[in-house]
């Protein structure tokens, strides 16, 4: 076969980013140039470099991407997400695969996660050794110029993270200090983050108390505050539906309504408190004939002047809002609005409306500063403190605390008069569903903003009691608040929490569980929060520790307003300095990970090994991108390894598409050509559930992240713990795993339009605001830099980019830890091939069952058909393996699964592997290929010879017994695993075990 030659195409219009089209017809290019070489080994291929962006049109790539990969047969081999145990599995396949001579056959290789283990170490491998060295020694035993062979190696550091057995080893020793090393480092990043809220929400309180304002700025204060108010009212009435060109969206409305509302509500408690405590001087001064004025603040005339007010705001604001944008016309108008009123038409139906409006408006206004003024006065009413010289400073954290939440609870009450008084209107109802929305964000900032000033204030007090009246209380509190947070990190990582149990599935012991952590996250929160609040206290008044001072703002005589500055803007430096010298991936458990990972399984191949003697790592191990296959052409006579797939999850856990809450991630590759989200579009801000019509945005693998390594990938494809974690996500987990360190993941350039800037950074250049994403789960796929986590979190089996490729051969190594065989990673890849990419995956028979006392025997595999719609009609085959425990695997498995009684699907956390564990695990998966045909040492020309004689294995009928036997019980599939989980379009075999 001649060497294909890649189409001349003239300069791309947007050189960085390559789409789906491109990438497929490249790697097409690829495999057909891997096949030629696989015909004959003795041709010296040429390294390539990725194809540039072709400007043809995208349907007219994919079309010829169609054709040709229908005609190509491609085949694909997936090695599955479960950490160590999948990775040890998924050696014992491809050593079996080896022994079929077929391993080298296939086009792809897909990883996720563990499988991403044994997929980057043998692709290494590969490509330093070739493939005929490579197949030799897996099945023939060790052949190497290594001072010890790849397999040994492996063996030797099963327990990749600490080789070194036993808790006080060096190993174990050192990932300690690691840990708290980067903790320690994060922390400052991330505490001068929380403790610059608190100091500035003090600085409010602050300021608001112990500034001396004048008449007139007590009624700038007042105008400031209606300004405002009458601001958000206008713009609120412009995006309502019926006004304008409703063209309302979340961001315009939480800066143009949310917040000067909130900062309004915020102007008048602060104006109120002024009004209060020049009464109680005057009181001072004037004795009883204050106390006149007090009785006459409470009469009519002080609610009627505020109502006055408020009336007259809503009236100018509607008045605008009309000037403006006036109401659409109704079902009977002929016209709109705006056209009747340029035509001079204005129908008398048209004026009512907007009179009626003004009116209600007015109306509900009034109500506002009624119920306002009615509210504040009896929080804020001067009462002397115990001396009767000085307004209670009760009062001031009342007004500060609740001024802000009463406001908008008055704009929600008044606006049920407005609903009432526009009930006719046309579109009334669309109004009010606005309005409902409206008060749901108004509601949770109210209720933010007081619970956040109740604890900074109240938890401050309660900590300096405590450290008045009991040290030893104090020292149990923090302890119990450490450890609330050390527990809610451990429940929130189980398999039955929320943040991985699907909803309506859950067992009474999964609710308990999610009970305990939202508990745990919340006293963790408050704890947290409250001592460094009382921090504050203690840096800015060393005084505040004494008997009778209860908190920071409580006495007047102390003037801390300064100090409290100054506090603020050292906070915001350190912040600052932290942020931009502690890199977010480096400083992580991502580089600790890494780096343990790349001495096992890149190291495991390089030959002439020289590790530092101290530490055992080096740096020669690891290999970029770049210089795997079709980039690094390999040496004469050598077969190069498959194009390598590294599967992971972009997360947007805070995506707008309503159709992707329960997925919160897009699939992300890693390749030796690309990387980047074949869902994405272009443009940052285009993402929607309906992905048929999406681009692809690709970035060269070659410069992406500052040149992606091979390890690096590895690592974030294993990203498994993460703060967000696609579909396993879970808000309160989310705070407490980025505050505790917990993050796996790695924030690298978004491959669209938006990372046209980032994309060759090997990370964020400042720290604060990736923290804050991952701690609030913000990620989404429209900003400058994207979270990537564990491919696990969107498909664990690497099957959703195969047929995104239209793999018409596709063997699954399934090694994710799934006991009760529920099938959720199958019926989830399933899911959503069907709904994004429109191919259905038919079984025609699931009949493996979990492992039952006493063993029972059943297939270690399924066989299913996938339905291309695109490829003429042509079906692929899918071969899904399964490890399981059925009393007739080789002696070493036998005898390790009866010590292990959940074996072959032991927790993940588990990641210290000795010998005979990781053993086990090889040998099985060694065992279910060489019996998966019925033929055990046969060896075949091609995948699809060796599929077909699988497929033709599956179907024959299972031997009658030799006599009567007791019945055992079939294995129903559960409704949470194969039936359930797999989406529409895909069927399953009702048949049991």
Known sequence: MSQPVLPDSPKPVVADIVDNGDVLLGELH????????????????????????????????????????????????????????????????????????????????????????????????????????????????????AAISPLQHLRRYSSYLSPSAGLLSTDMLALVALYVRNLLLNWFVLIPILLAAIILLKLVTLWAWTFQASDTEIAMLGLLAVALAGTSMVDSLQQRPGWGDESSSRSRFLALELLPTLLAGLLVSVAALKIYQQLMVDTDVKGSDQLQLLSFLKELKWYGNVAVVAAGTYFVAAVLALSFSPPRAGKDDDKSTSENIRSGELHKGVLHRGMLIVLALTASGAVVGLLLARIIDLIGAPSPDATGTAFSPVKVFMLMCLGPSVFMTAVFLAELLYCALTGKVSWGDAEREWLGRAAGYHARAAVFWSLAFAVIYLGSYGINYLYRESVTSLSGLIATGGLAGVVASLVGKSSSTMAVFKKGYATLASRSLNVVLAVAATAFIIILTSVLSAVVDWLVLPACVLPGYNALWFDAKYDVLGPLFMVFLWTVLVGGIASWFVNTNRFSLHGVYRNRLIRTFLGASKEKRKPNAFTDFYEGDNLNLSDLWPNAAPDKGRIPPQYLVQNIAMNIVATRELAWQERKAMSFVVTPWWCGCGDQNRKSQVLRADLSGASGCYRVSKNYGKGISVGTSMAISGAAASPNMGYHSSPALSLLLTFFNVRLGAWLGNPNSAGNRTWQHAGPRIAGWPMIQEALGLTDGTKGYVYLSDGGHFDNLGLYEMVRRRCQLIIISDAGCDPDFGFEDLGNACRKISIDQDVDIEFEALKMVSRKTPPVEGPYFAVAKIKYRDLGGKQGILVYIKPNFQGIEPISVRSYALKATVFPHESTADQFFGESQFEAYRALGRFAIDNIDGAAGVTYSDVDAFMKAIRAHAAKPAAPPAGPAPAQPQAAVPATGAAAGLGAGTVMSPQGG
Request: with cysteine.
């Open 30 to 145: 690829a495999i057909e140039e891997r096949r030629a070489l696989l015909a004959d080994a003795a041709r010296q291929p040429k390294p390539k470099p990725a194809p540039p962006h072709d400007p043809k049109a995208l349907p007219k790539k994919l079309k010829d991407f169609a054709t040709k990969a229908g005609n190509l047969n491609l085949s694909a081999l997936c090695l599955s997400g479960g950490g160590i145990r999948s990775a040890a599995f998924a050696l014992g396949v491809v050593q079996g695969l080896a022994a079929r001579r077929i391993l080298s056959k296939f086009d792809y290789l897909s990883t996720v996660s563990g499988g991403g283990y044994t997929g980057a170490m043998l692709t290494a491998w590969v490509q330093r050794a070739g493939y005929d060295n490579v197949e030799r020694q897996l099945v023939d035993g060790p052949h190497s110029n």
